[in-house]
DNA sequence: TATAACGTACAGTTTTTTCTGTACAAACGG
DNA sequence: CCGTTTGTACAGAAAAAACTGTACGTTATA
């Protein structure tokens, strides 16, 4: 963790505690960003600090190989949780926390939520015409009609839901959800 | 996969060609709803079953293990992605997809969100309030009010954060995410 | 109450993921 | 142009997760 100067030793192990906590609490909680636990856990003592932070100095704090923070803090990066720094003089790669949450929750969510979208609409849709076209092939086939119908309808009920989740998928890229759900309450009486 | 009786074979290949692409497809992006690939691939299966399914069957579909089928299923019944059903006269377990999907969302974000909200809010308001107790002992002392301040700063926004979840999360427990994106888009002109 | 069928706990195995140390390529400084 | 420093590819080790078969408790039915 951040070397804390001119702040006395008592002071500082309160301070210290106080991070931790949180810095464990979220590192728990990452798995709903898809990301294992250490990850999680550099991710929180990132938050933490002051500075950027080389790949060193996260290997020595979360007394780990520096293998393991190249490549977890790609994953933050590729995630868009943490920010490649530049700093003039220094050879190192410095690294910090994308600090604004609501960014980096929609960010996260748009992703996964559209990757899986897409493919999951194609293969709705590419079945869904393959299952009508068979239709149309056997007019007369009740039978066949009445299985390829569940299908369908089945399938319908999917798009129209992917239908909805693109559209909320939008409003948190263009920063719509804001508008209907405010980041602060209105000032309540 | 289900039989499909009083269909030609030549048909029955199409539909079940149909189907398995979704299954795959619906598989692969379970890992979203943190559902490893073969329980997505279970949660598709009993997609398209047009009737409640047995632990047996699913078993006998997925060429897995009895065992592997009740706990996987069982997963997915915490997630209420599958419902338990009653069948009289039968002695074995039902289980069948629960179909409205916009459902299956909200119930699954809501849950997860709110876990790591409640854990997350209580770690750093316990926090927020030591360190701020921890600078009411030493009013006079600039250097640690300098740090405390930075770390204050970064709980006040993350509290921040967590307080607009919380009220997306409500959007989507009282279904108000419908009216503020609604399900049906308004037929354009 | 006895019997049989069912679902799951549990222990062991296999597969996957995470983590580490070594080695090397790229970038920089002298 | 050579020696250092830095980040990462890669292979192997360790840890975690997924999967299976057996065994057993529960429940429904005879």
Redesign the interface.
Known sequence: MEQ????SSE?EL??H???K??I???G??M??Y?ISQSIGHLYGLL??Q?KPMTLDAMGEAMEMSKTSMSTGVRTLVDLKMVNKVWEKGSRKDLYEVE?D??QT?ADYFSL??R??LE??L???R???L??SQ?GQQ?PD?T??HA??Q??IA??D??I??Y???D??ID?FENGD?YN??????PDEK
Do not use: M
């Not at 209907?180 to 309450?185: A, G, H, I, W």
């Open positions: 804390l100067h001119n702040i002071q309160v301070i505690k106080a991070r906590r949180v464990e609490s979220i728990k909680n798995d709903l898809g938050f933490f002051n600090l949450w609501f929750f996964k939520w990757k899986a493919i999951n194609s293969s709705l590419k079945s869904r393959e299952l068979l056997f086939d039978e066949l299985v390829l569940t299908d089945k399938i009920e999917a129209r839901y239908r909805w989740l559209r909320l409003s959800i209907l759900v405010p980041k602060e309450l």
